[in-house]
C-alpha cells in the first residue's frame, strides 16, 4: 500500500516594538512529499469491538476508586496519636 506524505512546515514570527511585543504570526505551509510503502497491516479492517474496550479500559483508568463508607478512616485515632491533641 502506498501513500502520499506531507512536508508540512509551521513558522511562527514575532515584532517587537518600542510600546512591547506584537501577538505571534503563524504560518503553515503544506506540500507534497514522497510516496512511501506501509506495512500490510495497515491493509487489515478495523475491529470495533477491540477500538470499544480500549476505550472503556482507559475511561475506566481515570476513574479514582472510593469506598463503600465514607467515614471509615475518622472512627478511631491511628496509633500513637491517641495522646497527642
Given at each position: 500500500m502506498k501513500?502520499?506524505?506531507?512536508?508540512?512546515?509551521?513558522?511562527?514570527?514575532q515584532?517587537?516594538?518600542?510600546?512591547g511585543?506584537?501577538p505571534?504570526?503563524?504560518?503553515?505551509?503544506?506540500?507534497?512529499?514522497?510516496?512511501v510503502?506501509?506495512p500490510?497491516?495497515?491493509e487489515?479492517?478495523l475491529?470495533?469491538?477491540?477500538?470499544k474496550l480500549a476505550?472503556?479500559s482507559?475511561?475506566a483508568?481515570r476513574r479514582q476508586?472510593?469506598?463503600?463508607?465514607?467515614h471509615?478512616?475518622?472512627?478511631?485515632?491511628?496509633?500513637?496519636?491517641?495522646?497527642?491533641?
Open positions: 501513500v502520499n506524505v506531507l512536508d508540512i512546515t509551521n513558522t511562527i514570527s515584532t517587537e516594538l518600542d510600546a511585543r506584537l505571534d504570526v503563524f504560518e503553515i505551509s503544506v506540500s507534497n512529499g514522497k510516496k510503502d506501509l500490510a497491516a495497515f487489515t479492517e475491529r470495533t469491538d477491540l477500538i476505550v472503556a482507559s475511561r483508568n476508586a472510593y469506598g463503600s463508607r465514607p471509615v478512616g475518622k472512627r478511631a485515632p491511628m496509633a500513637g496519636m491517641k495522646h497527642s491533641v
